[in-house]
């Protein structure tokens, strides 16, 4: 079985910077392609970064890129989504997900149960 734990988010003023955590915990967690999504209340749940297993290939959404960067630690079994330049509109619960690469969130076979994050203006 595959768990996955989110942590790290919280309140963050505009222009601040959140890193967030996934800890996978299963022994093979290091063959595992990860991904990052976020959602608001109402709406679909929104893809933000993936990182294939050994980090060496990454994939990032328009509206987080060159402010986001995902990676990753093996010997740690961590996936990290360090968020920079933090904007109101970041305000989401973000998720980590396993097993999948790519934007789709039908891709991912587990999911962590999420951390709020909130910036203020």
């Known amino acids: 079985q595959v768990q996955l734990v989110e942590s790290g988010g919280g309140l963050a003023q505009a222009g601040g910077s959140l890193r967030l955590s996934c800890v996978v915990s299963?022994?093979?967690?290091?063959?595992?392609?990860m991904g990052w999504f976020r959602q608001t209340p109402g709406q679909e749940r929104v893809f933000l970064a993936c990182i294939n297993w050994n980090g060496g290939n990454t994939l990032y959404a328009d509206s987080v890129k060159g402010r986001f960067t995902i990676s990753r630690d093996n010997a740690k079994n961590t996936v990290y989504l360090q968020m920079n330049s933090l904007k109101p509109e970041d305000t989401a619960v973000y998720f980590c997900?396993?097993?999948?690469?790519?934007?789709?969130?039908?891709?991912?076979?587990?999911w962590g149960q999420g951390t709020q994050v909130t910036v203020s203006s």
């Open positions: 997900a396993a097993g999948g690469y790519g934007s789709s969130r039908y891709e991912y076979n587990y």
């Open positions: 299963t022994r093979t967690s290091s063959t595992y392609s």
